[in-house]
C-alpha cells in the first residue's frame, strides 16, 4: 500500500468517525431527535454495510474499517432516535 493510499485511507477512517459523532452526542445531551431524518440514516447504514461488503471483496483495510465506524454511529443515532422519538410523543 503506498503512502498516499494510507493518507486517503486514514482521512476516510477519521471522517466516518466524526460525520455522525457529533449529531449523536448532541442528542444525547438534548435527548432531542426529532429534526433528524431515518430515512436518511437508513440510507447511511445501507451505504455502509454496503461499502464494508466491497472493502471485503477488495480486501481493502481502510474502506472495511472506515465503514466499519460509520455503521457504528449510524446505528448508534438510530437507536437514540427510536428511543428519544418514542417518549417525544
Known amino acids: 500500500m503506498s503512502l498516499l493510499q494510507s493518507v486517503f485511507g486514514t482521512i476516510a477512517l477519521i471522517t466516518s468517525f466524526i460525520g455522525l459523532l457529533p449529531q449523536s ?3 444525547l445531551k438534548t435527548r432531542k431527535t ?3 431524518s431515518m430515512v436518511m440514516l437508513s440510507n447511511f447504514l445501507i451505504c455502509s454495510a454496503a461499502w464494508i461488503i466491497y472493502g471485503i471483496f477488495i480486501h481493502s483495510s481502510f474502506v472495511i474499517l472506515s465503514n466499519i465506524v460509520g455503521f457504528a454511529c449510524c446505528l448508534l443515532l438510530i437507536f ?3 428511543h428519544y422519538d418514542q417518549y417525544a410523543e
Request: proline share 0%.
Open 80 to 82: 437514540q432516535k427510536r
Open 25 to 27: 452526542y448532541k442528542a
Open 34 to 36: 426529532g429534526d433528524i
